[in-house]
T-cell receptor, first 114, second 116 residues
Framework: AQKVTQAQTEISVVEKEDVTLDCVYE???????LFWYKQPPSGELVFLIR??????QNEISGRYSWNFQKSTSSFNFTITASQVVDSAVYFC???????????FGSGTKLNVKP | GAVVSQHPSWVICKSGTSVKIECRSL??????MFWYRQFPKQSLMLMAT?????????EQGVEKDKFLINHASLTLSTLTVTSAHPEDSSFYIC????????????FGPGTRLTVL
């Protein structure tokens, strides 16, 4: 069975703090994709990153970085020097290779206070 | 990235009426589109997978006759909520699979349905 767990329901930080959003997944498939999406109050899902299961290289994009650890089935997302505009709900998702289904975590609401 | 649009962005209707929501992939062809439902402060729940030219595949617990899906072209899928009731009020989001280089799902902006 497939499952994505985002244990942090809500996180509040002060602007310029670093924050890490946790994501743990379960799957028996050997090849899969992992995603992070941002959902601001407007509701639209914004694609942030996709990772293939065979590529464990960490990635950095500006203030965003992702740590993929296959050994612990985790795909954590770190925002460095957070800004108020980062306030949103962030979803981690697992996609099976044939893409017939996406499995979303429950989301983590990030509040960045000025 | 690829662009997916939804229309309308919000709709208010009376109980018992039917509502059609369109999902379009604007700059790529999508043989597969997906429909999700999101209740307030909850995650996205997959309702059905829409395949161009064939019947949609519904998730367990989703009523096929209630939520009619049509995927008549490679750029358009429609979701019709038939005989809507207040409990159908929700945020409906579609996504389209771009099987090009990225092979990624791109999401539409969502449609907020309120049934009075």
């Amino acid at each position: 069975a497939q499952k994505v767990t985002q244990a942090q329901t809500e996180i509040s930080v002060v602007e310029k703090e670093d924050v890490t959003l946790d994501c743990v997944y379960e799957t028996r498939d050997t090849t899969y994709y992992l995603f992070w999406y941002k959902q601001p109050p407007s509701g639209e899902l914004v694609f942030l990153i996709r990772r293939n299961s065979f590529d464990e290289q960490n990635e950095i994009s500006g203030r965003y970085s992702w740590n993929f650890q296959k050994s612990t089935s985790s795909f954590n997302f770190t925002i460095t020097a957070s800004q108020v505009v980062d306030s949103a709900v962030y979803f981690c998702a697992l996609g099976l290779i044939n893409f017939n289904k996406f499995y979303f975590g429950s989301g983590t609401k990030l509040n960045v206070k000025p | 990235g690829a662009v997916v649009s939804q229309h309308p962005s919000w709709v208010i209707c009376k109980s018992g009426t039917s509502v059609k929501i369109e999902c379009r992939s604007l700059d790529f062809q999508a043989t597969t589109m997906f429909w999700y439902r999101q209740f307030p402060k909850q995650s996205l729940m997959l309702m059905a997978t829409s395949n161009e030219g064939s019947k949609a595949t519904y998730e367990q617990g989703v009523e096929k006759d209630k939520f009619l899906i049509n995927h008549a072209s490679l750029t358009l899928s429609t979701l019709t909520v038939t005989s809507a009731h207040p409990e159908d009020s929700s945020f409906y989001i579609c996504s389209a699979r771009d099987q090009g280089v990225t092979d990624t799902q791109y999401f539409g902006p969502g449609t907020r349905l309120t049934v009075l």
